[in-house]
């Protein structure tokens, strides 16, 4: 006779445990939680530089960052890419290569919005003297502050402003050169005739931050500290009112027509940060509400101590003044919902600590920390600040962007 089958679990202990594990599931979820390994940042006191130990890295890796000012407009972008190629002309020196060879060492730049960074690279296996560290970077600040910025400066600049010409032909791009231009007051000097003044200015170590990480990062970073003025972090100064919101209508140029609505904005140091992003977020995931009628595009810049948000509207009916711009402000802030504010919310977050489970993507921001002077804490607890921001805080923000007394309106009419 046949055994009887016998199964390792009843049916009423499997339903047990499918509602413990659907239960499990639920409470993970809810908290939130954040399971993420993150560095230990430090700050020397007083002074722009952040440092991070890592003892397994194959390289000590020094971030020299020099702030520009933030690039809203044309000219000041034409000015940082100016700036750049004189910096890499001498990079690629061999003043520079004798420089790092005794280090081997290897030096890269890159340019942002609102600095630039000379990435310092050293081979961990380097037994590494921090006096030598120290008159390495005394030497190169030296070398490109005393570089030639003079020569060729003016064929350089018109071809860099031929190509941007080309760029503003666009007709989003073109709206935008004419919104940017309104954020700043330029000089009426021309820029080349104080580009070597503001270079200068610039190459100085009044104007220098760092972050560093790598093996005895702590060590280096205390040496070269030392050769640094001392720096208190600064509190975010408060946007000035603009005054006289513009209105502008561009003559035609395309076939289609565009409006775009912008703004000037507090910069990336603002106490408001965290609800100008979640504000600007909710407003994305609001945008297609307007549609068929008006497709759209958000652009949205936080920089040094400034920024901006501009709206571009097309499609079949973008408004053509602020009368018809204001019921599409009125739908868009009905579609941002506590619902959306919410869940937008909990999208940021929760991307934000998939990013930062990996070590590398933690790095990436310590030259963000150093740059705008952040809390020490800022990559940990910048869950936390997520739900601690409230939609109430994250409302006033989108009244503000979507009111027709606060937004810079500029229509370009189709042909």
């Known amino acids: 006779m046949a055994d009887t089958y016998q199964p390792m679990f009843n049916r009423t ?5 499918l509602w413990v594990i659907a239960i499990a599931i639920v409470l993970l979820s809810a908290s939130g939680r954040d399971t993420n390994d993150y560095l230990d940042i430090q700050r020397i006191e007083n002074k722009p530089v952040y440092f991070t130990d890592l003892n397994d890295a194959a390289d000590l890796s020094v971030q020299m960052i020099f702030a520009l000012g933030p690039a809203l407009n044309d000219q000041q972008k034409l000015l940082h890419k100016l700036l750049a190629k004189r910096i890499q002309h001498t990079l690629s020196s061999q003043e520079v290569a004798e420089q790092l060879a005794p280090l081997q060492a290897n030096i890269q730049l890159s340019l942002q ?3 630039f960074t000379l990435l310092l690279s050293i081979p961990a296996n380097r037994a590494i003297n921090t006096d030598q560290l120290t008159q390495l970077q005394q030497h190169l600040i030296k070398t490109l502050s005393r570089s030639d910025l003079n020569t060729g ?31 700043t007051d330029d000089s009426s000097v021309h820029p080349l005739q104080r ?30 500290a030392a050769a640094l003025p001392a720096r208190q972090q600064f509190a975010a100064p408060r946007l000035a009112s603009q005054g006289l919101i513009q209105r502008q209508t561009l003559p035609a140029t395309g076939n289609e027509a565009y409006t775009l609505i912008g703004q000037k904005l507090p910069g990336r140091q603002s106490e408001n940060f965290t609800a100008q992003l979640i504000a600007v977020k909710s407003l994305q995931r609001a945008l297609p509400t307007i549609q068929p009628e008006v ?16 709206l571009l509207l097309y499609g079949q009916r973008p408004p053509a003044d602020t009368d018809q711009l204001a019921p599409i402000n009125k739908r868009l802030l ?45 990559i940990s607890g910048f869950a936390t ?8 805080q994250v409302r006033e923000q989108l009244n503000n962007m979507l009111n027709t007394n606060e937004q810079q309106f500029i229509y370009l009419p189709a042909r």
């Open 13 to 17: 202990y499997l339903k047990v445990l």
């Open 113 to 115: 919005d609102d600095r």
């Open 153 to 183: 400066t003016e064929a350089e600049w018109a071809r860099l402003k031929a190509e941007q010409y080309l760029e503003n032909q666009a007709s989003e791009n073109h709206l935008l050169s004419v919104l940017t231009a309104t954020l």
């Open 195 to 224: 580009f070597s003044a503001w270079a200068n200015n610039t190459l100085s170590t009044d104007n220098l931050y760092m972050a560093i990480h790598g093996p005895d990062a702590a060590t280096a970073a205390q040496a070269l």
């Open 295 to 310: 497709s759209s595009r958000l652009i949205w810049k936080s920089l040094d101590r400034q920024g901006y948000f501009a």
């Open 334 to 378: 009905a579609a941002t919902s506590d619902d959306v504010i919410d869940a937008t919310r909990t999208m940021i977050k929760d991307n934000f600590l998939q990013q930062m489970s990996e070590q590398p993507a933690q790095l990436a921001l310590l030259n963000t920390l150093a740059f705008y002077q952040l809390p020490l804490d800022y």
């Open 385 to 392: 600040r997520l739900s601690d921001t409230g939609n109430d």
